[in-house]
Antibody, heavy 120, light 111 residues
């Protein structure tokens, strides 16, 4: 059974870069039927899609975050990563990684989420 | 302001049925599959419905989904206290560089 686990610092200073990694276990990240995404959720608010990556390395980002986001994949480690630069308090949220069906676009498996606070 | 519109809250008694609506436009719901997610307090979202009306393995048939035009609906029958959660609809929006979009979420209270 495929599982996803986010990891990374829980506290990031303003103007710095937030870096998170999602480790995929129980299956290969290179499966051709899925791509891999990051989503975030500020406390008490809804879900915001950050971006996605295919195992080919092709990426797409939310236009509202595009200038600050980089998503990469390391198939040898079965991991994909998120970097969000120039963070502010508005980037404080629970960050989730998820697997997404290529057909239909449903997010079928989610990581447990990791809380990231932006504060000095 | 979410691209997809959901009621902030719904409530019903145990054993009853409830529906949650999700309204969009031709650029999102009207031309793409809809999925539904359940988020229990303090946990990650969980896929309940995909491709408008399909249930992943392990999701009971008390949960159902439908779509008509630019709106979608999640139905839950035989309500249980364990169904108290936030529910989100999701789809793609072709007008936003084909990005996934979510509704604002609906808090279900089982009275």
């Amino acid at each position: 059974q495929v599982q996803l686990q986010e990891s990374g610092p829980g506290l990031v200073k303003p103007s710095q870069t937030l870096s998170l990694t999602c480790t995929v276990s129980g299956g290969s990240i290179s499966s051709g039927s899925y791509y891999w995404s990051w989503i975030r959720q500020p406390a008490g608010k809804g879900l915001e899609w950050i971006g996605r990556i295919y195992t080919s390395g092709s990426t797409n980002y939310n236009p509202s975050l595009k200038s600050r986001v980089t998503i990469s994949v390391d198939t040898s480690k079965n991991q994909f990563s998120l970097k969000l630069s120039s963070v502010t308090a508005a980037d404080t949220a629970v960050y989730y990684c998820a697997r997404v069906f290529m057909v239909g676009g449903a997010f079928d498996i989610w990581g447990q989420g990791t809380m990231v606070t932006v504060s000095s | 302001q979410s691209v997809l519109t959901q009621p902030p809250s719904v409530s019903a008694a145990p054993g009853q049925k409830v529906t949650i609506s999700c309204s969009g436009s031709s650029s999102n719901i009207g031309n793409n599959y809809v999925s539904w997610y359940q988020q229990l307090p303090g946990t990650a979202p969980k896929l309940l419905i995909y491709e408008n009306n399909k249930r992943p393995s392990g999701i009971p048939d008390r949960f159902s989904g439908s779509k008509s035009g630019t709106s979608a609906t999640l139905g839950i029958t035989g309500l249980q206290t364990g169904d108290e959660a936030d529910y989100y609809c999701g789809t793609w929006d072709s007008s936003l560089s084909a990005v996934p979009v979510f509704g604002g979420g609906t808090k279900l209270t089982v009275l």
